[in-house]
């Protein structure tokens, strides 16, 4: 198993910048893609943007050009870098892990940190 930590939430003015990291740790070798979801008041949560084992990513369309995914195995960390911030990124945010095989796979999950834009 795994013990997901977010950090780098806040409050940040629209334009600006924020870098999400979330520290992996426990059984990290039996992790295989990673993730970084969101979830706004009232809405339902969405994933933002997965990174595979192999590092191959994947954004949804609204932060495409301004968010990018990376893993840095050698820190066990993964990282969202948001680049110019809306307020529509408002949000809570979660990094989530795909681990293990078969019957033992396991989707883990950070606790969340907030990130405010405001305008």
């Known amino acids: 198993q795994v013990q997901l930590v977010e950090s780098g939430g806040g409050l940040v003015q629209a334009g600006g910048s924020l870098r999400l990291s979330c520290a992996v740790s426990g059984s990290v070798s039996s992790i295989n893609a990673m993730g970084w979801y969101r979830r706004a008041p009232g809405n339902s949560r969405e994933l933002v943007a997965a990174i595979s084992g192999g590092g191959t990513t994947d954004y949804v369309n609204s932060v495409k050009g301004r968010f990018t995914i990376s893993r840095d195995n050698a820190k066990n960390t993964m990282y969202l870098q948001m680049n110019s911030l809306k307020p529509e990124d408002t949000a809570v945010y979660y990094c989530?892990?795909?681990w293990g095989t078969g019957r033992g796979r396991t989707i883990y999950w950070g606790q969340g940190t907030q990130v405010t834009v405001s305008s």
């Open positions: 989530n892990a795909d």
